[in-house]
């Protein structure tokens, strides 16, 4: 299994997080003869500004600011769908909102674990649960095209009570 539960739920150098999404991305995009030009990769360094999921409104927004010019919708969602055809982020369909992927070009369950409380999202990769649907689709003749999961809770931050919070129901 492959997941980056520890580090989307736990107080880390985030900065790193967005270094290794950028060093990732280089190499994917030389392996893969694609290339990763400014925009494309100031929108995934965008992306990665935290666990939490951006839409491309936001994205625009933000990009508009980095550049000091005005970016037109266009410009941002080519370089999301350039992004997500090299699997380096995912769209999350039930918020309409892109993640950067922590492990791309590997196997993947595109199962998410969505924080309602704080909207971060950490993401899990696991064979074996990809091989039960797969067979649970075979034994009902359903073709499987695609399969995204999204679990809505409470990460393990937002499920600890704060000092704050006991203090006040005393
Ligand atoms: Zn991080
Ligand atoms: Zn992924
Ligand atoms: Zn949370």
Redesign the pocket.
Known sequence: MLTNTRLV?GQHDHSRCVDAALSRAEDLCQKKNAKLTPTRATVLSILWQSHRPLGAYQVQGRLSKITGKAIAPPTVYRAIEFLLRLGLIHRLPSLNAYIGCPFPNSEHSNLFMI??????VAEIADASLNTRLQTACDKTNFKLHSQNIELFG??????VPTINEDISHV
């Not at 409470?154 to 499920?159: F, I």
């Open positions: 739920h924080c309602i409380e704080c909207g971060c409470v990460c393990p931050q937002c499920s």
